[in-house]
């Protein structure tokens, strides 16, 4: 999960950069769909560089991507866009979007595409809370729903997930630049309906860093 499109391009091309020389597809179309819409309003506004880490290109929040991941001689291939769910071994989305598709889909808020998610990566959450926590908890739940019957793909599935007890397997990822107690939330007190993760969970602290001041 990531906030805008800014932060899918910067995941996707850290994905390239760890491919190394194995080959990758579409990687042109990143910037033009996840790029900077030179004629979108406040092309061009500057700012401090927390603003800029976080605004400085394309700020809109609602994209998903598809990522296939191709096994080949000299390491593993990406293809970028691939289509979602059958062909995708990783997804990167912002909250919104899922939860569009989640309703579209009209499942009760679940999508099959994440029947099965094994690992969800929930990157800068402060910069989500500041959003809309509402769509966070809905692009949560997406993941959670037991998978179709109908449209799920069967070698993707995993058997605690049909009976919707995927927050209970599931390894899930918070960073934040803070603590907020809706992020430990989503791990010590699950959704309606979830399991706790059966793991338990860790909370890891960067140690402080001493000014200069502090020190003398």
């Not at 960073?175 to 809706?182: E, L, Q």
Request: include cysteine; hydrophobic fraction near 45%.
């Amino acid at each position: 999960l990531v906030a805008t499109r800014k932060a899918a391009l910067e995941v996707c091309r850290e994905f390239q950069s760890l491919a190394g020389d194995a080959e990758c597809v579409k990687t042109d179309a990143l910037d033009d769909e996840l790029g900077v819409d030179e004629d979108a309003a406040g092309v061009g506004r500057e700012g401090p560089p927390d603003w800029e880490a976080v605004f400085g290109g394309n700020c809109d929040d609602d994209c998903e991507v598809g990522v296939a991941v191709r096994p080949q001689r000299s390491g593993c291939g990406l293809a970028f866009f691939s289509t979602l769910g059958r062909g995708s071994d990783v997804i990167v989305a912002t909250p919104l979007a899922l939860r569009l598709a989640a309703q579209e889909a009209d499942r009760g808020g679940a999508l099959d595409r994440l029947a099965s998610i094994e690992i969800l990566v929930m990157d800068q959450a402060d910069v989500l809370l500041y959003q809309n926590w509402d769509h966070v908890e809905a692009a949560v739940r997406a993941c959670d729903g037991a998978p179709s019957r109908v449209d799920a793909d069967v070698t993707r599935v995993r058997l605690p997930y049909l009976d919707a007890h995927g927050a209970a397997c599931r390894q899930t990822i918070v960073t934040a630049r803070f603590a907020d107690a809706r992020f430990r939330a989503l791990l010590d007190r699950p959704l309606e309906g979830q399991l706790r993760n059966r793991a338990g969970c860790v909370r890891l602290a960067a140690a402080a860093t001493p000014t200069r001041e502090a020190a003398s």
